[in-house]
Nanobody, 127 residues
Framework: HVQLVESGGGSVQTGGSLRLSCAAS????????MAWFRQAPGKEREGVAD???????GYVDSVKGRFSISKDNAKDTLYLQMDSMKPEDTAVYYC??????????????????????WGQGTQVTVS
């Protein structure tokens, strides 16, 4: 039974930084795509960044140059380093995982429909 547990959310001022973590457990296959999503009040959930089993990265344009996704394979933990944060980054952030593409992430962007395992979310507020 796969579980994803996020941590590290909180409140930060504009221009500040936060680091989110997502611990994965219960996986029997070490090759999977992981991603971060976010959902602001009244808006649809959107992809932020993804990383495949070989370390290839993808980012949505709005966070390029400010956010950095990484993964510690030994700890099965995904990270999102968020710098130069803006009020529009305020959202609940979710991590997600997908085992259906043999460790590769979609070439068509970070899409909700490509992931079937989700964490519970962690609130990030930028003011």
């Amino acid at each position: 039974h796969v579980q994803l547990v996020e941590s590290g959310g909180g409140s930060v001022q504009t221009g500040g930084s936060l680091r989110l973590s997502c611990a994965a457990s219960g996986a029997t296959n070490s090759r999977y795509c992981m991603a971060w999503f976010r959902q602001a009040p009244g808006k649809e959930r959107e992809g932020v960044a993804d990383i495949d089993a070989d370390g290839r990265l993808g980012y949505v344009d709005s966070v390029k140059g400010r956010f950095s996704i990484s993964k510690d394979n030994a700890k099965d933990t995904l990270y999102l380093q968020m710098d130069s944060m803006k009020p529009e980054d305020t959202a609940v952030y979710y991590c997600a995982a997908d085992w259906s593409k043999y460790g590769y992430c979609s070439d068509d962007g970070v899409r909700v429909t490509d992931f079937n395992y989700w964490g519970q979310g962690t609130q990030v507020t930028v003011s």
